[in-house]
């Protein structure tokens, strides 16, 4: 499934075409996807015009010039197609898998004033769009209770400390919880345990004083958070699916990973010495270095 990053490089993909113009027409080619469309989604979307194209979590929202919000997810292998007048279509964060895109697959189309089309391709029909009040957005049923934004001003060490504090669940599942933290995902949850040196069997609350204040390496953790996301996004993502930028060209964060999906191989930071391993934690493989990430001591 797309993790933040990725999600992110469509949105960066899709704004220019998007933004500021009007749906003249839609087609909807299917009744739903992993669930129904909305009730009147091609009436209550024809005419609209963009006035905002955000990202939350793993969600796009478009804000329409009614006070509607169109919410769009991915799922697993949802892609857009952007086709302009004269050019070659081109897929914002394109998921290149073994089936390719089909024409079958295209369920819903945006038709914009400029002439340019935009189609929502899904094989296997696992995303989704919605269409809610931008006022009720945050307490609507996809956002409502949904935890800070990993690049957003509300992520630091007191906050992560705030949010762990004695807990004794793993640190890894803390961080994929996405009441606590929204949009992190496996890939990049590995890469930044590794970076900060905690292992991803140490307990959440580790990070925070029995009072709640943040070690050290909370606020570590929340630098490197950041930091792995910017660096994903600068690369344009990363999939074992061959993840895509906006003009074609392969996303190559995949060759930066330091752990990630590199089981028996060479640790490599520098001097190790030891290989990476794997364990697996809520049905998710987690990658790591027991020499760079020491198990630490469980509190009394």
């Known amino acids: 499934m797309p993790e933040l990053p990725e999600v992110e490089t469509v949105r960066r993909g899709l704004e220019p075409a998007m933004?500021?113009?009007t749906f003249t027409?839609?087609?909807q080619n299917r009744p739903d996807l992993r669930f129904p469309l909305p009730d009147r989604f091609v009436e209550r979307l024809t005419g609209r015009r963009i006035e905002a194209l955000s990202r939350r979590a793993k969600y796009l929202i478009a804000d329409l010039d009614d006070g509607q919000a169109l919410i769009m997810h991915l799922g697993m292998s949802g892609r857009f197609v952007v086709e302009a007048p004269g050019t070659k279509p081109v897929e914002p964060g394109a998921y290149y898998?073994?089936?390719g895109r089909h024409l079958?697959?295209?369920h819903v189309v945006f038709?914009?004033?400029s002439g340019a089309r935009v189609t929502y391709n899904d094989v296997r029909r696992f995303g989704f769009m919605d269409l809610v009040p931008r006022a009720d957005l945050a307490t609507s049923k996809h956002f409502a209770g949904m935890g800070i934004e990993p690049l957003g001003n509300e992520l630091?060490?007191?906050t992560l400390a705030r949010l762990f504090a004695g807990k004794f669940a793993p640190l890894k599942a803390a961080l994929l919880d996405q009441r606590l933290v929204a949009g992190l995902g496996n890939i990049y949850?590995?890469?930044?345990l590794f970076r900060a040196g905690l292992h991803p069997e140490a307990e959440a609350g580790s990070i925070a004083t029995p009072t709640g204040r943040p070690r050290d390496k909370a606020h570590e953790l929340a630098r490197i958070i950041r930091e792995v996301l910017e660096e994903a996004i600068l690369s344009g993502g990363s999939t074992l699916r061959d993840f895509?930028?906006?003009d074609g060209s392969l996303g190559y964060f995949q060759h930066r990973f330091k752990v990630y999906d590199r089981e028996g191989e060479p640790c490599m930071a520098p001097g190790c010495g030891m290989v990476v391993k794997r364990l697996v934690q809520s049905g998710r493989s987690t990658f790591y270095c027991e020499s760079c990430q020491p198990r630490q001591a469980k509190r009394g």
Not at 189 to 192: G, T, Y
Request: charge should be negative; include cysteine; charged fraction near 30%.
């Open 19 to 21: 933004l500021g113009e």
């Open 25 to 27: 027409r839609i087609e």
């Open 97 to 99: 898998n073994e089936i």
């Open 104 to 106: 079958i697959h295209d």
């Open 111 to 113: 038709h914009l004033g």
């Open 156 to 158: 630091s060490g007191e």
């Open 189 to 192: 949850v590995c890469e930044a």
């Open 244 to 246: 895509a930028h906006a």
